[in-house]
């Protein structure tokens, strides 16, 4: 057993079948408090499966979740976000109707005036504020992932599961969001990141696990795993569409 105060989220042996596709096998993962974990692998290897598992949003898998100390396997995504652990999405989810100032304070706890500020700071920081009043529909692609990524600050969550959150955005913003990704670990926050850069990866992971066909192959620091012989079986024995190491 991993040691649980050092761990935030531990997964043991999680598996997900879809009919046939084993999403997941015997999947086992931890991420340590305060730190920033990766999470890498080819297209398709169960990456996102299992953010939709450990935040609740499929709740066919078997085997044990454990988020700060307490079983979280089978109970509702908005237990687990009550409890501290958020997560984005692949595909940007904004409110298009909404306002960007109004697609942050709906996230917040409350909707008094802290709310308000906290929502209008964290715009500040990432060079939005004067995007406030703007319908979410009208903001680029790239504009909308950030604004998704401060939806789920307004929470001040524990854990947040970041979903290839650079995907589709300008290198400007992608610099913007992994330095606020810093910049709140910093403050004591801790991430499980999948991301497909690399070079990403390596400047801001303590750790990585690699997914392949729905089981972990590797798991270290960066300059380990690079060198694995099943995570480059993995990336270039198949498929050389994502250049891995
Ligand atoms: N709801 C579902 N029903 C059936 N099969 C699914 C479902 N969700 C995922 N799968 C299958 O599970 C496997 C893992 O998919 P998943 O989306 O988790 O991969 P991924 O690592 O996130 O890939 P990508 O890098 O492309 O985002 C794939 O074979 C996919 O087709
Ligand atoms: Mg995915």
Redesign the pocket.
Known sequence: MADSSKHILSVYDLSRD??G?Q?LRGVDLHVARGSITGLI??????????FQVISGLDRGATGTVTFDRESILGRRPSQIYRRGLARTF?LSRVFPELTVLENLVVAGSRHDRSVTERALGLLERVNLREYAAVLGKNLSYGQQKLVEFLRVLMSDPALILLD?PAAGVNPTLRQTLWDMVRHLNGLGTTFLV?EHNMEVIADLCSKVYV?SE?EIIAHGDFAAIRNDERVLEAYFGKSRKHGAA
């Open positions: 879809f009919g596709v999403a692998g080819p297209n398709g290897s169960g990456k996102t499966t299992l692949q290839e999948i997914l729905g």
